[in-house]
């Protein structure tokens, strides 16, 4: 197995000459922790232009599923490369999209079938839902969760409620759309303890929200991630989903599963859904669908995406790359790496837990599959989070050869591709040790 070899001070003089670059001619939005410059990628290994190799537990956040340039992608986007570039599925047909439609439907939860809408990223296949929705169920309300991040296109934007830079200069926004508290127990928006609770955070829609302010009947859809992503890597009680669930069929409201994150295997299950036992009406899938080619997709029953044709399109939604990459992604994913994910994710929880059992900082472990967080706190008691603490681990970690995110406030997420080993859970989980050491001093 390769190890994390530092061969330059950080950054070496060649990521400095091009984040110089990079500073004169590059959108300054961007957010950058540290700074790599990627040159090449092999599994969970990346390079940087100087020779520096790190342990990516990143994946380009959550993105490359099956590994850094696994050699049955690129021989299947090779070989696609040679045949069709682009006719765009707007206005004509083509076989790798057809293809994977059929295998999306045949992949996504439930017994029935499901027609497939492509974009090029989660922020297009969660507009595409939001505009599908509505289109449905002619209601123009919808309910998302505070923490929640769907997207920066500016329907995605306005369901999203994880960080106030991300909508700043940026209202109006698409107006009906209340945010309530997600089922996040560890910092519980209620001040109740799980289980005694009985879901306050369900019950609150119906008892509170729905008699004063919010008439069901106008609701079109609830936005929720199985598994919320960016606020925080927060893993929902086993009643939420279903309670949930039960409380959207009442009232005829859709829900809306924003799977972009944690779909695709990255849960150990294809559908993080599936771990609630939870049927979506919709469901929003990228990242990691397609090993890093650029592809979004939005899976509805027929009955539910009903719209008529120019109602939405793409031009270069689904286009033969991406949808050929896909295509051995899932063949990858249903073969081996979904049940590696299950199983190198027990590993790194169990070694997470043993860490934090010896760190005082290390508030809460959560996590299923390789979708895994570690929540840092200042005290236990108090729960106080420690936002700096994290931005100090993550970079003391990235100069001993480890990639490392942040996610929530206080929290460092681990979403390293679903290829890896053994060797390079224990091998993260020494220099994560070593880093949060050193970060606190």
């Known amino acids: 197995m390769p190890k994390p070899l530092i061969r330059t001070a950080l950054p070496g003089p060649e990521a400095a000459r091009l984040m110089a670059l ?9 957010t950058r922790d540290y700074p790599l410059v990627a040159e090449k990628g092999r599994g969970t290994w990346i390079e940087d232009v100087d020779g520096n190799r790190f342990l990516d537990f ?3 956040i ?3 599923a099956s590994g850094h340039c696994h050699p049955e992608v690129v021989a299947a986007i090779r070989d696609q490369a040679g045949r069709l570039l682009h006719m765009s599925g707007t206005d004509f047909y083509y076989r790798p999209q057809i293809e994977l439609a059929e295998k999306l439907s045949a992949i996504s939860p439930g017994s029935g079938a499901r027609k497939v809408y492509f974009g090029n990223s989660g922020a297009e296949a969660v507009e595409a839902a939001f505009k599908l929705a509505r289109w449905h169920t002619r209601r123009e309300l919808n309910i998302a969760f505070f923490g929640a991040f769907h997207g920066r296109t500016m329907g995605a934007l306005s369901l999203t409620a994880s960080k106030a830079i991300q909508k700043k200069h940026y209202n109006p926004l698409v107006p009906g759309i209340t945010h309530v508290p997600y089922a996040y127990c560890y910092r519980c928006a209620y001040n109740e303890t799980y289980p005694g609770c009985d879901m306050a955070c369900v019950r609150w829609l119906e008892e509170t929200l729905f008699r004063t302010t919010l008439p069901p009947e106008e609701v079109a859809a609830i936005f929720v991630e199985p598994i919320q992503g960016e606020g925080g890597y927060v893993v929902p009680p086993p009643e939420f989903h279903p309670r949930l669930a039960a409380l959207a069929e009442k009232y005829s409201i859709l829900i809306v599963a924003d799977e972009v994150q944690s779909g695709m295997g990255r849960t150990g299950k294809m559908s993080a859904m599936s771990h609630f036992g939870v049927e979506p009406d919709i469901i929003a899938l990228a990242k990691g669908i397609a090993s890093g080619m650029p592809l979004g997709a939005m899976l509805a029953p027929p009955e539910i995406m009903n719209w008529e044709a120019g109602s939405h399109a793409s031009t270069f939604g689904g286009n033969p790359l991406s949808c050929r990459a896909a295509l051995a992604t899932i063949d990858l994913l249903e073969r081996e790496l ?3 994910a299950a199983e190198r994710g027990d590993q790194l929880m169990a070694g997470l837990k043993t860490l934090q059992q010896r760190h005082e900082c290390i508030g809460d472990v959560r996590g299923k599959g390789l979708m895994v967080a570690v929540e840092l706190v200042l005290d236990r008691e108090r729960k106080t989070p420690a936002a ?3 931005h100090h681990l993550i970079q003391r970690a990235f100069r001993k050869g480890l990639l490392l995110l942040g996610c929530g406030q206080n929290t460092v997420r681990f979403c390293p591709a679903l290829s890896l080993t053994a060797d390079e859970v224990d091998t993260g989980l020494t220099i994560f040790e ?4 050193a970060a606190v001093g």
Do not use: W
């Not at 500073?23 to 961007?30: F, G, I, M, R």
């Not at 070593?434 to 050491?437: D, G, K, T, V």
């Open 22 to 30: 990079d500073s004169a001619y590059v959108s300054p939005s961007y």
């Open 58 to 60: 990143t994946a380009g």
């Open 62 to 64: 959550a993105v490359t």
């Open 338 to 340: 979904m049940a590696n």
């Open 388 to 390: 700096d603490l994290r």
């Open 434 to 437: 070593e880093a949060l050491e």
